[in-house]
C-alpha cells in the first residue's frame, strides 16, 4: 500500500522510540510524553508552553492522571520544566534531550550492535552504569536547593567535554496552579482572618463608577484593597471558591497593565459591588453555543487577556466587565488551546 502524499508527519527521534518501546512506562505516562513530543519536535521546537489542561484535552486522559503523569516524569528527568509557571508566564516544557541515558538509568534499554547479528539487552540497575573509558560515563545526582548551577536552556544539563556527561535531574518544584494543592479551610480562614486586620486600617468607602460628583484619580493600591475585601465576602458565602486571594489579584493587575498599553489611559474605576461580581465569574465562563460551563484556572487568563485585546469588536471599549460577561472568555479560552 502507498503512503497517502497528502499526509503529514512528526519529526520523531528513532532512539526515543526505542527506548519508549522498551521502558516499563506507564500508558498514561506514554500518552503525555508522545503529547510533548507532538508540541515539541512536531513544532520543530525544543520547548513549549504546555499545561495540564492542555495535555488532558490533547490526551483525553482525567486531569489527575495527567498531573500524577507529568510530575512522575519530570522527577525521572524524562521531562524537563525549562521554564517555572508565573501567574503571568506559563510553564515551558521539553523532552530532556540526553533522554537515552535517563531512559537506561530508570529502566535499562536495549542496544543493538547493527555490524554483527549480536543484541545485548542490558537490564536495570540501582547503580550508573560504567562502560570502558573511550564511552561516556552517565551519573545521576541529587541537587540541593542552594546548589548553584549555570543551566542553560534545558535548566538540567552540564557538558564537560574532558569527562563527559553528568546529568542532575531539576529539583522537585512546586507544580504549576493548574494542580494547585487546596490549603486546609481552617488554616485559610486564618490567613484570610489576618489579612482582614491589615485591610481595615486601609479600607475606604465604595465608590461607584458612575457617581459623576466625585471621580478620584486610579490608584492600584486602592484596586487591591477593593479585591481583597471583597475576595473575604465571596469566601464567606462559598469557602470553596477555588481562586486563591494572590490569584485574583494578578488576574486584575494582569488586565489592568494590558488595558493601559492598549488604550493609553488608566483603566475606569469599579465599584465595589462589580468588582465583587467579577470575582466570583472568574473560575468559570458560559460557553452559550454549546449551552455548557467552562473551568478556568489562573493560568488561563494572561493568554485569555492578551487575546482578548487583540481582536476587534464592535462598540466595545475593553472594560473588564464587558470582558468578563457574555462568551467573550469562552471564544478567547478556545482560540489559546487550539492555536
Known amino acids: 500500500m502507498e503512503l497517502n502524499n497528502h499526509q503529514t508527519f512528526t519529526k520523531f527521534p528513532n532512539e526515543l522510540l526505542e527506548n519508549i518501546m522498551c521502558s516499563k512506562l506507564k500508558a498514561t505516562e506514554i500518552k503525555v510524553l508522545l503529547c510533548v513530543a507532538r508540541y515539541t519536535y512536531g513544532f520543530h521546537r525544543e520547548q513549549h508552553q504546555l499545561s495540564v489542561s492542555f495535555i488532558q484535552k490533547a490526551t483525553d486522559l482525567s486531569y489527575h492522571n495527567v498531573q500524577k503523569a507529568v510530575q512522575h516524569l519530570i522527577e525521572k528527568s524524562i521531562l524537563i520544566e525549562t521554564r517555572r509557571y508565573t501567574p503571568t ?10 533522554f537515552h541515558s535517563i531512559f537506561e538509568q530508570n529502566y535499562g534499554s536495549i542496544h543493538s550492535n547493527i555490524s554483527t547479528d549480536i543484541s545485548i539487552s542490558v537490564k536495570p540497575t540501582q547503580t550508573p552504569i560504567q562502560v570502558p573509558t573511550q564511552n561516556i560515563v552517565v551519573s545521576v545526582k541529587e541537587t540541593q536547593s542552594d546548589t548553584q548551577t549555570n543551566t ?17 535531574p531539576t ?7 493548574s494542580c494547585r494543592i487546596t490549603a486546609d479551610t481552617q488554616e485559610r ?12 486600617e486601609t479600607s475606604r468607602v465604595d465608590t461607584p463608577v458612575n457617581q459623576e460628583e466625585f471621580k478620584p484619580p486610579f490608584n492600584m493600591n486602592v484596586l487591591k484593597i477593593q479585591i481583597t475585601q471583597q475576595y473575604f465576602s465571596v469566601f464567606q458565602v462559598n469557602n470553596k471558591y477555588p481562586f486563591s486571594l494572590e490569584e485574583v489579584v494578578n488576574i486584575f ?6 488595558y493601559q498599553k492598549h488604550m493609553h ?3 475606569p474605576i469599579l465599584s465595589n459591588k462589580n468588582i465583587k461580581k467579577i470575582i466570583e465569574k472568574l473560575p468559570s465562563c458560559m460557553d452559550r453555543e454549546h449551552n455548557d460551563d467552562i473551568e478556568l484556572l489562573p493560568e488561563f487568563y494572561p493568554d485569555i487577556i492578551k487575546k482578548h485585546f487583540e481582536t476587534s469588536y464592535k462598540d466595545c ?23
Open 89 to 98: 508566564i506559563p510553564r515551558c516544557i521539553a523532552i530532556n534531550p540526553d
Open 152 to 168: 542553560q536552556s534545558y535548566g538540567g544539563i552540564h557538558s564537560n567535554t574532558s569527562t563527559g556527561i553528568e546529568l542532575i
Open 171 to 177: 529539583p522537585s518544584v512546586q507544580l504549576d496552579t
Open 189 to 200: 480562614n486564618l490567613k484570610i482572618k489576618n489579612l482582614k486586620k491589615e485591610t481595615k
Open 253 to 258: 493587575v494582569f488586565y489592568y497593565e494590558e
Open 265 to 267: 489611559q488608566d483603566h
Open 317 to 339: 471599549d475593553y472594560n473588564i466587565l464587558h470582558f468578563i460577561n457574555g462568551s467573550i472568555r469562552a471564544f478567547r479560552y478556545y482560540e489559546v488551546i487550539y492555536e
